[in-house]
């Protein structure tokens, strides 16, 4: 069973920065991702890196976040710049399946960015 522990989250003006960490208590070696969930609505994908550092995003978020890994660290971050209201949500790390790397195996329990002025 894996653990995954988010933190750095907060309250953040608009255009400030935020970020993320999450701590897996056992090895990442596959494909870690970020989803997020706004009150009222379905949680969405937000951004993924493979083992070897591939990355993809969401076209809502490209340009402005970065999803990176340590590896020896058992960490993944997603740095957060430029933040708008509408990324104000509940963000979740994830775990994807070794086997399947499009499906999220493993949740956190999320921590809350809320983005006011």
């Known amino acids: 069973q894996v653990q995954l522990v988010e933190s750095g989250g907060g309250l953040v003006q608009p255009g400030g920065s935020l970020r993320l960490s999450c701590v897996a208590s056992?090895?990442?070696?596959?494909?870690m991702g970020w989803y997020r969930q706004a009150p009222g609505k379905e949680r969405e994908y937000v951004a993924a890196?493979?083992?070897?550092?591939?990355?993809t995003y969401a076209d809502s978020v490209k340009g402005r976040f970065t999803i990176s890994r340590d590896n020896a660290k058992n960490t993944v971050y997603l740095q957060m710049n430029s933040l708008k209201p509408e990324d104000t949500a509940v963000y979740y790390c994830?775990?994807?399946?070794?086997?399947?790397?499009?499906?999220?195996?493993?949740w956190g329990q999320g921590t809350q960015v809320t983005v006011s002025s």
């Open positions: 890196i493979s083992r070897l550092g591939s990355q």
């Open positions: 056992g090895s990442i070696i596959s494909r």
């Open positions: 994830t775990k994807f399946h070794l086997g399947n790397p499009n499906y999220p195996e493993y």
